[in-house]
Structures are given as structure tokens and as C-alpha cells.
């Protein structure tokens, strides 16, 4: 039996927001914004999305978080994250099985992805996990506040 025998994935409650903040503020390439990521948003997105965003949990500790969401027509995964020393464990992947599985149930048929440009280990984590680049698009990002 391994670490991961230990570990309950489940959907994301309000009530976790306190430790998957923490969680995406300790890793590495994930930028949690105070206007995207704050209580009350987070609040509204899992109102929106009650099925779609999973957590990992081991003795009540969060060790892992996929958000996922759609708008009815298209999924999005907008921020993976593993704790540091449970990565390699399979808990990344199985979050995002949860994801897309859930995705799926919806009725999406297709998921997009998003990653910092300059963040080259989950950009490939992403492309292993069957994402492909696109390069006919670009992002672009206006603050309304």
C-alpha cells in the first residue's frame, strides 16, 4: 500500500478555501489573483461549478486542487496543484481525471487548459497529460475593477 491509498478526492467545498489558497499561494507557477481568487468569488465559481472542482484531501489536509469549470459549450481547467513533496504520486493526474470525467457527464466535449507561458514544467506535464499547443490563439486579460 502507498501514500495515495490515504488519499479521498472529493468536490470542493467554501469551506476548503482557506487551505487550497494556501496550497496555490506554496506552489510554484501558480499565481492565485486577489480579484480571481479571493473568498467570495471562489464562492460563486463552486455555486457555478458544484460537480466540476475536486480537491485532495489526506488527515484534513488539502494536498491537492484542480479547478474546473465550463460555460455550457466549452471546459476549462484553470489551476492544478499538488503539494510539492506529494508530486509523482499520481494525485495530479487522478485530480484531473476527476475533471474531465465530471466535464464529460455535463456534456463537454472539449476542455482547454491554462498555464503561464513561462512555467515550462507544467506546460509539459500538461502536454504528457494529452493538451496540445495551440498557437493560432492568444489570451488576453482585462481587469474590470
Excluded at 7 to 22: G, L, P, S, T, W
Excluded at 53 to 77: K, M, P, Q, S, W
Aim: proline share 3%; with cysteine.
Amino acid at each position: 500500500m502507498n501514500r495515495r491509498d490515504f488519499v479521498i478526492y472529493r468536490n470542493m467545498k467554501i469551506e476548503d478555501f482557506e487551505q487550497v489558497h494556501a496550497l496555490w499561494r506554496a506552489t510554484e507557477g501558480v499565481q492565485p489573483h486577489p480579484v480571481d481568487n479571493n473568498y467570495q468569488t471562489m464562492e460563486r465559481y463552486i455555486k457555478h461549478n458544484p460537480d466540476t472542482t475536486f480537491v485532495a484531501e489526506e488527515n484534513g489536509e488539502i494536498i491537492g486542487i484542480i479547478l474546473c469549470g465550463h460555460d455550457g459549450r466549452r471546459g476549462y481547467i484553470y489551476q492544478l496543484a499538488v503539494e510539492e513533496s506529494r508530486r509523482g504520486n499520481g494525485i495530479g493526474t487522478k485530480l484531473v481525471n476527476l475533471g474531465i470525467n465530471a466535464l464529460r457527464a455535463e456534456g463537454i466535449g472539449r476542455v482547454g487548459m491554462f498555464a503561464l507561458v513561462d512555467n515550462q514544467r507544467i506546460i509539459d506535464y500538461w502536454e504528457k497529460m494529452g493538451f496540445e499547443p495551440k498557437d493560432f490563439m492568444t489570451f488576453r486579460l482585462k481587469n474590470l475593477d
